[in-house]
């Protein structure tokens, strides 16, 4: 019998886990930058936490979310979003006794029951950011620099910053309103799914993907006029930050973020190349959540990047490569094996990454295995070299060879490595 993965998910091949990384040092490098420090939670929690934390009525929570099967009448789900989960961890391990304002980055797979798509997909990974404690227009500018900064520093060009704001519970009970009275004419050039929405949750309108719905949408005349005074200085105040840090940006009324939990600034980085699904990236800022969970009363702010829509964006300039290895050890004959085997061990633990051939090859089959493994210098190894103290050493990209004592071989070959 054959088996394949499960639909919705993929195996990231050893060849594409030089792009992975490349994103998360990308990342974990700017973090550390911006004070941000790792937190891991468990892949699976209570379902309530995403009812009462994404919203009822969402479609995460009513159509995506993976049930985890247990004896117990108390449900699971695996997770499909991060930041409820750490603002659960925040609250169980009383980060907010330790620090009035707290600054936590994770990365890890979430799980969402939908039909795959391009950039779509059931197991996806998220890498993201969470401020919690504090809520100012400077916090909200600094955030959104710093997901800019990500894709500046890996070369990725062509994206665009969306902002907006949803101002206070007050401001988005107006909002609702608003559209209620907007929309009412129009329902019956929605999807089914926006039928329901306008009925249960009409900000749901606003992010659904039919291209029908999305006439209707753009057809609104929405301005922000909805926003508090107070929320509209916030708001005012966000944007000249922007401008100080000279972050580019658009504003867009009609965003309004698939979870009930957002408040305030909201923004979303997107990329042509992605098509329909052009999210690369989102967050905004969430206030009232900590409170609703059970805590104190304290202002948030976070986002996350998709990393498959990363590469699928990033990854067409920077194609996936099998990384080699710094040395590669041609032995001919069993007492050069013996020889090669000891020397492999001795440069190993002097930080040089090498391998060699067990198998006794020709020495030309060993090199042909060098040159497909993208070795940087290969070492040839047989009787005469034995007899003789020494071994060959071959550059591979430029063919030259030269002859190197046994006993120098690590330091001449660290400084050729520059380790």
């Known amino acids: 019998m054959k088996f394949s993965t499960p639909r919705g998910t993929k195996d990231i091949l050893p060849a594409e886990i030089a792009q992975w990384n490349k994103i998360e040092n990308t990342c974990r490098d700017l973090f550390k930058i911006f004070g941000y420090r790792e937190i891991r939670t468990p892949i699976f929690e209570e379902t309530a936490l995403f009812s009462r934390s994404l919203g009822s009525t969402s479609d995460i929570v009513q159509k995506q979310l993976l049930n985890v099967a247990t004896k117990k009448d108390r449900g699971y789900s695996l997770r499909p979003e991060a930041t409820a989960v750490i603002v659960r961890a ?90 209620r009275d907007s929309l009412k004419a129009k329902v019956k050039n929605l999807c089914e799914d926006c039928r329901e929405r306008f009925k249960k949750n009409i900000f749901r309108v606003l992010d659904c993907k039919q291209e029908g719905c999305r006439a209707v949408v753009s057809g609104l005349k929405l301005d922000g006029k909805y926003l508090c005074p107070d929320c509209q200085r916030y708001f005012i105040a966000v944007q000249e930050n922007l401008k100080l840090l000279k972050v580019p940006f658009n504003i867009n009324f009609t965003m309004v973020r698939g979870l009930d939990y957002y408040t305030q600034t909201i923004f979303e980085i997107s990329h042509p190349d992605l098509g329909s699904q052009d999210a690369l990236g989102a967050g905004g800022r969430y206030d009232n959540l900590v409170k609703e969970l059970g805590g104190p009363s304290v202002g948030a702010i976070g986002f996350a990047f998709g990393f498959e829509r990363l590469i699928l964006v990033w990854g067409e300039k920077n194609p996936p490569m099998l990384p080699g290895p710094d040395l590669f050890i041609a032995n001919l004959g069993k007492e050069a094996q013996e020889k090669a085997f000891l020397l492999l061990g001795d440069l190993r633990r002097t930080g040089i990454s090498c391998e060699m051939d067990y198998s006794h090859s020709s020495l030309k089959s060993q090199m042909r295995q060098a040159n497909d493994k993208k070795a940087k210098l290969v070492i040839i190894l047989g009787e005469d070299e034995i007899k003789n103290q020494e071994v060959t050493l071959r550059d591979m990209s430029t063919g030259i060879q030269e002859k190197i004592k046994i006993k120098e071989i690590a330091e001449i070959l660290k400084n050729k490595l520059g380790l």
């Open 90 to 179: 925040y609250l169980e391990h009383h980060l907010d006794k330790e620090e009035s304002f707290v600054k936590l980055f994770y990365i890890g797979p979430m799980f969402r029951g939908e039909r795959p798509q391009k950039g779509r997909l059931r197991q996806f990974h998220h890498i993201g950011v969470e401020a919690i404690g504090l809520t100012s227009p400077y916090l909200d500018a600094e955030i959104i620099s710093l997901a800019t900064q990500i894709l500046d520093k890996l070369g990725l060009n062509g994206y665009q910053l969306k902002i907006n704001s949803l101002g206070c519970a007050k401001d988005k009970e107006h909002f609702s309103n608003l559209l």
